[in-house]
């Protein structure tokens, strides 16, 4: 079983409160149970798309939810977003409609590698940018949340998200 459960238990308390709007920037501690509060959160949707930074996250991320009974998350890269959605710089909206839950973890290196990867920017532009008008629900998160105040000086239009905030010791036992 996944072992960190503090995010879970704050959400079970009624601390934090998520889903609650269309987009949300979780900022957070590293080792705060990132994965464990969509496995716990799982059961509200139907399918749940888990985007992550590099093929070895996706690993560590499939073994923990081998773990579970949750079968409704689809855990991809950044990268493999990208292959599997976008050819010719166009959005294909086929594939992520099915979801109805975007996760993205580590949404920092997302923006920080999409500096240095021009076809990065559309998926950034999908995540935050109202004019795409995608209707899931998006859940951001960051241990390094300078990076997203850097983007959003660059391109000021995003910011269409809620912030939930936790520090190091607001999630201390």
């Not at 997302?110 to 532009?125: A, E, H």
């Not at 983007?151 to 905030?165: G, K, L, R, V």
């Amino acid at each position: 079983m996944i072992e960190n459960k503090y995010l879970e238990e704050f959400v079970k308390e009624g601390k934090i409160e998520l889903f609650k709007h269309r987009r949300e920037l979780l900022i957070l501690p590293n080792d705060s149970g990132r994965l464990n509060i969509i496995v716990s959160q799982a059961h509200l949707f139907n399918n749940i798309l888990y985007l992550c930074d590099s093929r070895e996250s996706k690993k560590q991320i499939e073994d923990e939810l081998a773990k579970t009974n949750v079968t409704n998350i689809t855990v991809l890269t950044y990268d493999e977003l990208y292959d599997e959605t976008i050819g010719n710089y166009d959005f294909k909206y086929s594939y992520i409609k099915s979801f109805d839950l975007i996760v993205c973890d580590k949404i920092h290196n997302l923006i920080i590698f999409s500096k240095q990867v021009d076809y990065l920017k559309y998926i950034v532009c999908l995540l935050f940018d109202n004019a795409f008008k995608y209707n899931a629900k998006i859940l951001m998160m960051t241990t390094e949340p300078q990076y997203i105040e850097e983007f959003q000086q660059e391109m000021p239009w995003a910011n269409s998200y809620h912030t939930i905030e936790l520090k190091d010791n607001y999630l201390k036992k």
